[in-house]
């Protein structure tokens, strides 16, 4: 059974930074890109980050690019966002993504809160 484990969200002031996990399961977790979403209260969701699998090229939305690193640790199964430099609109709830034999997977969420 595949299984996305999102840890690490809280409240932090603008400027400050939050490291982001996901533990994942129940698939070859090498060969799959994760991605990382968030949405927003009253937005849609939408793309943060995501990490190839094998030699793990990054892909970032404009939005974040230059403050949010994302990387994998393949020996742990696990896919790590670390956000720099927060803004009160990086509020969301954070989940990861994997797409497995064509089914789409999601975390239950990680909240983020950034205050001004």
């Known amino acids: 059974e595949v299984q996305l484990v999102e840890s690490g969200g809280g409240l932090v002031q603008a400027g400050g930074s939050l490291r982001l996990s996901c533990a994942a399961s129940?698939?070859?977790?090498?060969?799959?890109?994760i991605g990382w979403f968030r949405q927003a209260p009253g937005k849609e969701r939408e793309g943060v980050s995501c990490?190839?699998?094998?030699?793990?090229?990054?892909f970032y939305a404009d939005s974040v690019k230059g403050r949010f690193t994302i990387s994998r640790d393949n020996a742990k199964n696990t896919v790590d966002l670390q956000m720099n430099s927060l803004r009160p609109e990086d509020t969301a709830v954070y989940y990861c993504?994997?797409?497995?034999?064509?089914?789409?997977?999601w975390g239950k969420g990680t909240l983020v809160t950034v205050s001004s």
């Open positions: 990490i190839v699998g094998g030699e793990g090229s990054a």
């Open positions: 993504n994997v797409i497995v034999r064509g089914m789409n997977y």
């Open positions: 129940g698939f070859a977790f090498d060969d799959y890109a």
